[in-house]
Every structure is written in C-alpha cells, then in structure tokens.
C-alpha cells in the first residue's frame, strides 16, 4: 500500500514558486529524517534537501540553497519543501522518501519554462 505521495508540483515560468508536499500514512515518517529527491529525464535521482526528524536540522544542495526550504509539520504528517525563484534546472520528478529508504513512491513533476 502507499506511504507516501507527493503532491504540488506543476508547470511554472522561471521565477515562480511551489511548495511541495510529501504525506505520510500511520509511522512511515515519525521519528525519521525525511529527504527531497529529484530526477530529470536521463539523469540519475539527486537529493535535494534533507530534515532531521524533529525538523531542528536541515541539509540542502548547493544549487538550491537560499531557494528552497524543506520543513515538516509532525503533528499532521507532513514534510514539504519550499521552492522559490524556480529555475529550468530545477525541472525534474521530484520524491520524497525517509533515512531508511522506503520504497520510491510516484514523485510529483516540477517543469519550469525559460
């Protein structure tokens, strides 16, 4: 069964902003660091950001930081991630997932035109 699906993503000019969210069933993400992965066509999956699992902690990818927050509300299950000023380069199927790694859910698609 799923635990877990994102949702948020879109089409967007350059510049624009989403936020991403990443939901959880029952204890798929309580008390687990939490991470943003992201995938564009023919290239490998990357990580993008990552949150300690009381949110006190956060890692993020050189080519998104000052861009992208990701945070994550506890009580509702929630992780998310917040991206402003969207580049093209940010276009890709973004994922979520916990340290440990459950399996890869469908991913949320971000394009972002020139």
């Known amino acids: 069964q799923v635990q877990l699906a994102e949702s948020g993503g879109g089409l967007v000019q350059a510049g624009d902003s989403l936020r991403l969210s990443c939901a959880a069933s029952?204890?798929?993400?309580?008390?687990?660091?939490v991470g943003w992965f992201r995938q564009a066509p023919g290239k490998e999956r990357k990580f993008v950001a990552g949150?300690?699992?009381?949110?006190?902690?956060?890692y993020y990818t050189d080519s998104v930081k000052g861009r992208f927050t990701i945070s994550r509300d506890n009580a509702k299950k929630m992780v998310y991630l917040q991206m402003n000023s969207l580049k093209p380069e940010d276009t890709a199927v973004y994922y979520c997932?916990?340290?440990?790694?459950?399996?890869w859910g469908q991913g949320t698609q971000v394009t972002v035109s020139s």
């Open positions: 949150i300690s699992w009381t949110g006190s902690s956060t």
């Open positions: 997932n916990r340290n440990p790694f459950l399996a």
């Open positions: 029952g204890r798929t993400l309580s008390t687990y660091a």
